[in-house]
């Protein structure tokens, strides 16, 4: 659990990809450094939300599962199920932990209520959206979704979500040509 007297638990370093020469936020969130911003290297699998280029500015690229697995640069990997569940037992669990982790503005509002969250921990989560395996582009500036390495089964993975309409942390199973973001742990 978190300590209220923790020092700077949302100062954020830096990494830059070696791939591509992309500057990306870090930050520590109890004993894990994470990705503070969704990953955009061009693999392929890859996309930009609605195929357009700003959209990966703003929100970072949407990936299938299998480019997922292999998207991190050296010295970083796709979180499992379980090591999600690490980051989410710190900051207080999954009840109130979407809104821990969600940016201040950006997201829509839901029924007259602010969809943003406090970003307490720094983690500087954007409503993203998702890509379908028919080539439709749904949800941003209302929910995100991430890949874990975890799979459900032999054509499904788990992916943690959370939306603008309330705090939660979710847990799904979807099919790995879904398109979704991808956060980066340091190994």
Known sequence: ???????????????????????????????????????????????????????????????????AMKA?????????????EEMAAYIGGEVAGGKKLKTTSGWNDYQ?????????????ALPSGLGDPSG????AEYYSYWWSASEYDS????????????ARLYWHNRKKPFLFSVRCLQD
């Open 136 to 139: 439709n582009f749904l949800n």
């Open 72 to 84: 991190c640069p050296s010295g970083w990997h796709l979180p499992t199920q379980a090591e999600w």
């Open 155 to 166: 054509g499904n993975a788990y992916n943690r979500s959370m939306n603008g309409s309330g």
């Open 1 to 67: 659990m978190a300590c209220d007297d923790e020092p700077a638990k949302k100062s954020a370093n830096t990494f830059i990809d070696s791939r591509d020469g992309k500057n990306y936020k870090t930050v520590k969130i109890g004993s894990q450094t994470w990705m503070a911003e969704n990953l955009n290297y061009v693999a392929s699998d890859s996309k930009c939300y609605d195929n357009d280029e700003s959209n990966c500015q703003k929100y970072g690229r949407l990936y299938n599962w299998d480019a």
């Open 112 to 124: 007259g209520k602010s969809g943003n969250g406090t970003d307490e921990f720094g983690f500087s």
